[in-house]
């Protein structure tokens, strides 16, 4: 007789989550219990709840399935190299299997079809109760096996964050900064930095109290892997760059807003500042403006630090400044460079670390 499979449903959670965190403990046993009947797992990637399921299944060595949604058979082939690695799996113990998108059907949607309908035992965590994993559960057309023991109720997402700094508590220290320096500002990481696996943020996150990858847990890890890792969300072509301001973080706070369409902040007060000259002459360059509306588009070797003046947005206000590449940190002298963070009693943690001056933001 062959084993049987099983899948784990979870609708679409908040971010950031930790070792508390319902939907997390109880996933956690659900896989366990999995585990210690030798069942096989249904899973997939590329939304946050799919990839905790399949990471944390690698990590305990759970027989898989993974269904990928894909566009064709090349990006499938992609993503599998991609997965395997960034999911460390066993390739003994896993199977992977596209997910073709058909007329007028998403293969996102498709993809939740079939790992419901192929599975032996359904074991809903937590579901919405107007969405469709719930409806499939209702109507049992398969007559599935449901476990139901590792239910909790859905909660919906929580709310944006928000940081309320008040001016008068600004550090004066960062005043006198004026904008003889760039700054690099950073943020809490809706997933796994860029340069672990899955399998190593989601481990965190399941051992956690507070979420580990807070724009201050990613601060920290820049200046210990001494690497800011370039990025190429958002920039145009492509291209990876480490972005820069030369506002003065006074001046800066006021960009610091939730944007609700990525579920980010834009950045966060926790930051690295270089001297500007030194960025400058070290390869570090101005970001040249340009109207959307005009026949003026930068030319493929200025592209990666060239950005449209905006049409609702005023970019120009962000006095940006990019790297090509990843920057490497330890080739700054640390006498032109110092760190801020967000408050007082922060300091310390990182000032013994890494031996480089460092300013809060705040006096408080």
């Not at 369409?261 to 403006?289: D, L």
């Amino acid at each position: 007789m062959s084993e049987k499979k099983t899948a784990i449903l979870l609708s679409r959670q908040a971010m950031h989550p930790t070792g508390s965190t319902p939907w997390i403990k109880n996933s956690y046993e659900a896989l366990r219990w999995i585990k210690a009947n030798n069942y096989v797992l249904i899973s997939s990637a590329g939304m946050q709840t799919w990839e905790m399921i399949t990471a944390t299944a690698s990590d305990l060595n759970i027989n898989q399935e993974i269904y990928i949604p894909c566009k064709n058979d090349q990006e499938f082939e992609n993503l599998t190299k991609l997965i395997i690695k960034k999911f460390e799996l066993d390739i003994n113990k896993s199977h992977l299997y596209p997910v073709f998108p058909q007329q007028n059907q998403s293969h996102l949607h498709l993809r939740d079809e079939a790992v419901l309908r192929d599975a032996d035992i359904l074991i809903p965590v937590s579901v919405r109760s107007d969405g469709f994993m719930k409806s499939y559960i209702d109507a049992n057309n398969n007559n599935q096996i449901v476990i139901n023991k590792f239910q909790t109720v859905y909660q919906k997402r929580i709310d944006p964050l928000k940081y309320t700094i008040n001016t008068d508590n600004i550090n004066p220290q960062l005043s006198k900064t004026g904008k003889t320096y760039l700054i690099h500002w950073t943020r809490a990481a809706n997933y796994n930095w860029p340069d672990e696996t899955k399998t190593s943020y989601w481990s965190d996150v399941v051992t956690s109290n507070n979420y580990p990858r807070s724009a201050y847990d990613t601060l920290k890890h820049i200046l210990l892997t001494g690497t800011i890792i370039s990025s190429s969300r958002h920039m145009p072509s492509g291209v990876k760059t480490v972005s820069f301001t030369s506002l003065p973080p006074i001046e800066a706070l006021s960009l610091m807003k939730w944007r609700s369409r990525y579920r980010e902040m834009s950045f966060e007060p926790y930051g690295i500042a270089i001297e500007k000259n030194w960025g400058i002459e070290n390869g570090i360059t101005a970001v040249k403006y340009y109207d959307p509306g005009l026949d003026q588009k930068p030319n493929l070797k200025e592209i990666w630090h060239s950005q449209s003046k905006g049409k609702k947005t005023d970019w120009q206000r962000e006095h940006e400044y990019r790297y090509q590449s990843d920057f490497d940190l330890t080739k700054v002298p640390t006498d032109k460079l110092f760190i801020i963070c967000y408050k007082p009693d922060e300091t310390d943690k990182i000032k013994t670390k890494t031996g480089i001056k460092i300013i809060p933001l705040t006096t408080y």
